[in-house]
C-alpha cells in the first residue's frame, strides 16, 4: 500500500517526452489497469485508443492547433507562448472515447477516474504521461474528421479526453504545490 501511495506522490504531468517508444507489453498492462477502472452503473462508456504512429500523432497535433487556433485564441496564443506544442513529443497519444452521457453518472466523470487511473499506472510501471484535454473531438464535433478518421472511433463514441504516455527527457520538474488547507475534518 505504501509503494501506491509513493507512486501517486511522484506522478507529475511531463511536458517534455523523450524520442523512445513505449514497449508494447507496458501499453498492454496499462490498458487492463484502464479496463479495471470503476463507472457508475458498471456501464464502461469508454474505448481506448492508443496511438503509437508517430505520423499520426504529428496529425492530430497539427490538427488540434488547428482546430484551437479556430475556437479558443486565448487558449491557442497561451500554447503558443510555451512553444507550441500540444503533446510534446509523447510517442503515445491515448485517446478515450465516449458514448455521451450526462447527469450525476455522467460518462465525463467515469473518463475522469479512468484517466486518473491510467496516469497512477503508468507511473507504477515507469512511464511519465500528462492528461491532455486538447483533442478536437472533446471541443468541438469534428471528431469524424481530419486524423480523427483514422482511429475506428465506436459508433455513437466521441473523444472525450487524451493521456500522452512516454519518458520524461532531461531532468524532473518541481511537482505541483499541495494545499492541506483544502481539506477539512470536522
Ligand atoms: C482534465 C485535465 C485536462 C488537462 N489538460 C491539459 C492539457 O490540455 N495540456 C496540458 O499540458 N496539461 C493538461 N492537464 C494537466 C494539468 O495542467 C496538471 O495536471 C496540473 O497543472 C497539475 O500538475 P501535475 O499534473 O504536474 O500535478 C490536464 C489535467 C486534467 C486533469
Not at 50 to 76: N, R, S
Not at 144 to 165: D, E, F, K
Amino acid at each position: 500500500m505504501t509503494e501506491t501511495l509513493d507512486v501517486i506522490a511522484a506522478r507529475y504531468s511531463v511536458r517534455n517526452f523523450a524520442d523512445k517508444a513505449v514497449p508494447r507489453e507496458v501499453l498492454d498492462q496499462i490498458a487492463d489497469a484502464a479496463l479495471r477502472a470503476p463507472s457508475a452503473r458498471d456501464s464502461e462508456p469508454w474505448h481506448f485508443i492508443f496511438v503509437t504512429d508517430p505520423t499520426v500523432v504529428a496529425q492530430m497535433e497539427e490538427y488540434g492547433l488547428a482546430t484551437l487556433k479556430a475556437t479558443d485564441q486565448v487558449g491557442y496564443e497561451r500554447t503558443l507562448s510555451r512553444g507550441g506544442k500540444l503533446y510534446y513529443g509523447a510517442p503515445v497519444l491515448l485517446v478515450i472515447t465516449a458514448e455521451p452521457r450526462e447527469g450525476i453518472a455522467s460518462s465525463g466523470l467515469d473518463v475522469g477516474i479512468a484517466v486518473g487511473t491510467i496516469a497512477i499506472a503508468a507511473k507504477a510501471l515507469g512511464v511519465d504521461s500528462c492528461i491532455v484535454a486538447s483533442i478536437p473531438g472533446a471541443i468541438i464535433d469534428r471528431e469524424t474528421q481530419g486524423p480523427y478518421a483514422q482511429l475506428n472511433i465506436p459508433a455513437g463514441h466521441r473523444p472525450a479526453m487524451g493521456i500522452l504516455l512516454g519518458y520524461e527527457a532531461g531532468e524532473p520538474r518541481p511537482q505541483h504545490a499541495i494545499h492541506p488547507e483544502k481539506v477539512t475534518f470536522i
